[in-house]
């Protein structure tokens, strides 16, 4: 059997800083880290990425490019099922490269790339809540003005967007562990779709959304 050939040095290096950023932070990871890691000389690393910001920039943009994939989905959203699903699928993608969202303000605040394309995301985020929205009113599934359209869509990147953080504060040990994650996705996406249930068009579309969104049981939460 003829053997697979190796994964380029760069992928492997971007594979391993992704790991490492999500599980101690990016202002924790050392290029010295990174290349003990993966047993790489430090030259090497930086043949293929000349600074932290460069794999940083690679990273982010390798999230640009499936979130915005994703929200592109939002126009796909017809019931509260798929509401449900994308909501779910949305916070899989933050989870992925949840460093981004652990070190926000840190990563905006020195990174330029990050600083512009960041909000760029933020904005498509706002514009697909509007559009998912749009569809369910459309559909007769919610009772929503045009003025609280924009407010809850704001509303819903918000908490999208910081749910992590969240997340961290209220566990720092344990919230962004892989063991987490199911967890974390299903609350952040039961919390953001909660917000919905006031503008449901009937008592029986808002209990079947609170039956969507009981998928665990948190007391805390």
């Known amino acids: 059997m003829a053997k697979k050939a190796p994964r380029r040095t760069a992928q492997r290096i971007a594979e391993v800083t992704l790991e490492l950023f999500n599980r101690f932070g990016e202002p924790n990871v050392s290029t010295t880290l990174i290349s003990s890691e993966l047993n790489i000389s430090p030259g090497n690393l930086y043949y293929h990425f000349p600074s932290k910001d460069a794999l940083v920039n690679h990273l982010f943009d390798d999230y640009e490019a499936a979130m915005l994939g994703l929200l592109d989905a939002a ?8 509401a449900w699903f994308f909501l779910h699928s949305l916070f899989e993608q933050v989870w992925n490269h949840r460093f981004l969202y652990r070190d926000l303000n840190n990563l905006l605040s020195g990174n330029r790339h990050l600083e512009t394309h960041f909000h760029a995301v933020l904005e498509r985020k706002t514009q697909a809540f509007r559009h998912l929205l749009e569809s369910l009113a459309a559909a007769g599934l919610m009772r929503i003005d045009p003025d609280s359209i924009e407010t809850l869509s704001a509303s819903m990147s918000v908490m999208v967007t910081y749910w992590l953080s969240y997340e961290y504060v209220r566990n720092p040990r344990q ?47």
């Open 75 to 82: 126009a796909d959203v017809h019931d509260v099922e798929d």
């Open 175 to 221: 919230a962004l562990e892989p063991a987490s994650a199911s967890l974390a996705l299903s609350r952040g996406a039961k919390h953001v779709l909660a917000l919905l249930t006031p503008y449901m068009a009937s008592a029986d579309l808002q209990a079947h959304l609170q039956s969507l969104t009981a998928v665990y049981s948190d007391p805390a939460a």
